[in-house]
Nanobody, 122 residues
Framework: VQLQASGGGLVQAGGSLRLSCEVSARAVSSLSVAWFRRGPGKERELVAAITWSGRSKGYADSVKGRFTIAIDNAENTMYLQMNRLEPEDTAVYYC????????????????WGQGTLVTVSS
């Protein structure tokens, strides 16, 4: 499984960004995929996760109502639409994948993409 993340950048507070993660795998339908982030001086944390079918999704409390995770099956790509961004959202964002359902713990994800930096200015 290979993951390629993109879409980070600099945005003002209140603005929006969309992150993309292209997934290459023999059986993508068996995967759950997730976005994690590591902010300055913080531990890496789960932001959002989704089963490839799209039937099950989960979000960190801090992003509920602002971020939306979605799958485009035709493009084998996962997206994270981030709206009403706050300076506290500044972090390196990583996409990750695992077989089966998703979990909060990063140790349960064997496949990772490279990080993409999101900077939110106040």
């Amino acid at each position: 499984v290979q993951l390629q993340a993109s879409g980070g950048g600099l945005v003002q507070a209140g603005g929006s960004l969309r992150l993309s993660c292209e997934v290459s795998a023999r059986a993508v339908s068996s995967l759950s995929v997730a976005w994690f982030r590591r902010g300055p001086g913080k531990e890496r944390e789960l932001v959002a996760a989704i089963t490839w079918s799209g039937r099950s999704k989960g979000y960190a409390d801090s992003v509920k109502g602002r971020f939306t995770i979605a799958i485009d099956n035709a493009e084998n790509t996962m997206y994270l639409q981030m709206n009403r961004l706050e300076p506290e959202d500044t972090a390196v964002y990583y996409c990750a994948a695992r077989e089966g359902t998703f979990y909060r713990s990063q140790t349960l994800y064997p496949w990772w993409g490279q990080g993409t930096l999101v900077t939110v200015s106040s």
